[in-house]
């Protein structure tokens, strides 16, 4: 299993462009989701998703959108980015939506907004 | 909603040494409360973790204890090597709200030779 995998690793973008980051799970994983790392803050909630078809917004939403057609897929959607939006992104998944299950993370995109 | 705060912010130890790692939060319907750890450049990865029913839990050298009256949970690693020298994160989710988790600030860790 390739586990959890995200590309691009790195991107540049300048303000206003749109963009979209992927990320997929080979693991027929139910829960997936999407965090922010900037310096000193932790990762905190971007979007998240309980299956196929069903998304909702965590703690730090305004700015970005998601899809879940499939199981294996859940892309992260910049619409016109801005330089606010420059962090260190991760995706994540988990075999079920249950509070106490673990959850894996993807190796990270590098994201800067000029 | 839930907040964790996490203490020190970084923290230096001689090889050998123990290290300790505090957490904080404020919803006490948290349930589930995992540690990570990212080295530099790095993701996460998920070191140890503890759900609100146990009050201890124990991997080798690291160890993890949760006290629920005082909303406080911690980790500790013991007979620290270099290859711990990272960041540390603790996060905490609540059973009604799904796997959605919220992580401290992170403690970099560093262990010297």
């Known amino acids: 299993n390739a586990g959890v995998t995200q590309t691009p690793k790195f991107q540049v973008l300048k303000t206003g462009q749109s963009m979209t980051l992927q990320c997929a799970q080979d693991?027929?994983?139910?829960?997936m989701s999407w965090y922010r790392q900037d310096p000193g803050m932790g990762l905190r909630l971007i979007h998240y998703s309980v299956g196929a078809g069903i998304t909702d917004q965590g703690e730090v939403p305004n700015g970005y959108n998601v899809s879940r057609s499939t199981t294996e897929d859940f892309p992260l959607r910049l619409l016109s980015a801005a330089p606010s939006q420059t962090s260190v992104y991760f995706c994540?998944?988990?075999?079920?939506?249950?509070?106490?299950?673990?959850?894996?993370f993807g190796p990270g995109t590098r994201l800067t907004v000029t | 909603g839930e907040n964790v705060e996490q203490h020190p912010s970084t923290l230096s130890v001689q090889e050998g040494d123990s290290a300790v790692i505090k957490c904080t939060y404020s919803d006490s319907a948290s349930n589930y409360f995992p540690w990570y750890k990212q080295e530099l450049g790095k993701r996460p990865q998920l070191i140890i973790d503890?759900?609100?029913?146990?009050g201890e839990k124990k991997d080798q050298r690291i160890a993890v204890t949760l006290n629920k009256t005082a909303k406080h949970f911690s980790l500790h690693i013991t007979e620290t090597q270099p290859e711990d020298s990272a960041v540390y994160f603790c996060a905490a989710s609540i059973q009604e709200y799904g796997n959605k988790l919220v992580f401290g600030a992170g403690t970099i860790l560093r262990v010297k030779s």
């Open positions: 503890i759900r609100s029913n146990v």
């Open positions: 693991m027929n994983h139910e829960y």
């Open positions: 994540a998944s988990s075999y079920s939506w249950d509070s106490s299950t673990k959850q894996y």
